[in-house]
């Protein structure tokens, strides 16, 4: 198993570009940016990726995918994050996202993968639940940290094995 001390020595090198596609049946990512580490604000690197309708283009929403490890990530962050734009919701975009994002989770040797939800949100659980995501716990964000300075007090944590 590797450390958290030997995950945040390795270079973590991204292996898509923006504007590359990952494309499903109903919905593809198309990648916006990607994000730097951020040493000082304890973030690791990210791309953030709009989810797309594959036959008109049209953005339904985003997906923020978190390609290194430490304690935030693992009981606060997540590895990934997502919205669904309003007029968009119900259609399990989300979980459909989420199931696209195995490759490069692989690809960056992510797993298990740890995504959080406010305990309050029962779409997003659903949606942990329709991938196959294990509820591990719910847990008080520090008041020190940024989450909780973004309002969030409380996060569901929720452990997926994309191996399965």
């Known amino acids: 198993m590797v450390t ?3 995950r945040a020595m390795e270079k973590i090198e991204f292996k898509l570009k923006p504007g590359e596609r990952i494309k499903g049946e ?3 990512l ?3 940016q990607c994000f730097p580490e951020n040493l000082k604000k304890g973030h690791v690197p990210a791309y953030r990726f709009f989810i797309v309708l594959s036959s008109s283009n049209t953005k339904v929403g985003y997906l923020n995918l978190r390609i290194g490890t430490n304690v935030s990530i693992e009981k606060y962050a997540g590895h990934i994050g997502y919205g669904i734009d309003e007029e968009f919701r119900g ?3 989300a979980a459909k996202a989420c199931n696209l994002t195995k490759g490069i989770l ?3 040797a992510i797993n298990p993968v740890w995504i959080t ?3 309050e949100n029962q779409a997003s659980i659903k949606t942990l639940q329709r991938i196959g995501a294990e509820f591990i716990e719910t847990l ?3 008041k020190d940290h940024e989450i909780y300075l973004e309002g969030d007090h409380r996060k569901s944590r929720f452990l997926w ?3 399965r």
Do not use: F
């Open 4 to 6: 958290y001390a030997q």
């Open 26 to 28: 109903e919905i593809d």
């Open 30 to 32: 198309v990648l916006d």
């Open 91 to 93: 259609n399990n975009y």
């Open 106 to 108: 692989k690809q960056h």
């Open 117 to 119: 939800s406010n305990p």
């Open 140 to 142: 008080d964000v520090p």
């Open 161 to 163: 094995n994309i191996k």
